[in-house]
């Protein structure tokens, strides 16, 4: 892993595309993404932006924008007033990497950026992970929460499987301590989703949905012919990862069919208003105040 210390001139970027809907920014704090030789690296099809990976092979570079929170001070309310006709400033971090690479813990650019949005909080924020590493902000999170509108924390769990078998990678972090990471950001009070995306061969779905349902507030369900936006999930499709799942004989699960069908189990176990999919679940405002709420 390649890991080098760069400076940047913007760290809030206006959003469009499958984003649109729901936040005026996305927010990366770093560039590329150390988990890309992860499972959750083989789909990802920011691996094709030539604009991130300048012919860097993906999971072999990570780019740490240093003076992030700077910026981002620096940015700020001019982005603001921009955002102010559409929404507020409302942040989704992040969409082409993960804040929570294993780096964070050295150089701390999202513990930075939560640090300055205390002074400086945008009306929504979501923070995007397949880790269960925002425990290491928990104190800050909890700070941000009576400033941040709409805060909440979601964490990508893509199946209940702990690995897919011969020929796949392994997850970036285990399926259990993501599950364990949601279960104690409920308890201590901050809004938590979990993200079946894109969703994986599951062993048994309906007990992984009383899993998540016991962990989190809602759960937003997605499928890369659905969530990746491009016709038919072309451009994940052209990460391979796809045919790859056939090959290993998982083909039923890359058809809409057997996303729905799950999508109808999670429905049933946690109750309609809890389960949303793709661009309409990412979109929406989150869960709010955390509550105790029991699966059928």
């Not at 300048?54 to 603001?80: C, H, I, M, P, T």
């Not at 007033?81 to 409302?90: E, K």
Request: charged content about 25%.
């Amino acid at each position: 892993m390649q890991v080098h210390e760069i400076q940047v001139r913007s760290i809030l970027t206006r959003t469009g595309g499958f984003l649109r809907e729901g936040y005026s920014h996305t927010l990366n704090p770093y560039r590329g993404c150390a988990y890309g030789g992860a499972l959750c690296g083989l789909p990802c099809y920011a691996q094709h932006s030539v604009w991130i990976t300048s012919g860097r092979a993906w999971g072999s570079f990570l780019d740490v924008k240093v003076n992030a929170a700077e910026v981002y001070r620096s940015q700020v309310n001019r982005e603001r007033r921009w955002a102010a006709t559409r929404g507020g400033l409302r942040i989704y971090m992040s969409s082409v990497t993960d804040p929570y690479v294993p780096q964070e813990r050295q150089y701390g650019i999202t513990r930075s950026l939560l640090e300055v949005m205390l002074d400086e909080p945008p009306e929504r924020l979501v923070l995007q992970t397949h880790t269960p590493y925002p425990l290491w902000d928990l104190e800050r999170l909890r700070a941000l929460l009576p400033l941040v509108p709409d805060l909440s924390v979601n964490i990508s769990i893509e199946t209940d499987r702990d690995n897919l078998g011969p020929g796949f990678p392994p997850h970036a972090t285990p399926v259990a301590e993501r599950i364990t990471a949601l279960e104690s950001l409920r308890k201590a009070g901050i809004p938590c989703v979990a993200v079946v995306a894109p969703m994986l061969p599951i062993e048994d779905p309906r007990e992984f949905a009383r899993r998540l349902g016991a962990a989190c507030d809602r759960v937003v369900l997605d499928h890369f012919l659905l969530g990746d936006g491009s016709p038919g999930g072309l451009r994940t499709r052209r990460t391979g990862f796809p045919s790859k799942l056939e090959e290993a004989g998982w083909q039923q699960w890359t058809s809409l069919e057997q996303f729905e069908k799950v999508c109808d189990i999670f429905s049933e176990v946690l109750g309609a208003d809890r389960v949303q999919k793709s661009r309409h679940g990412f979109n929406t405002p989150g869960p709010g105040r955390c509550s105790e709420t029991t699966t059928r």
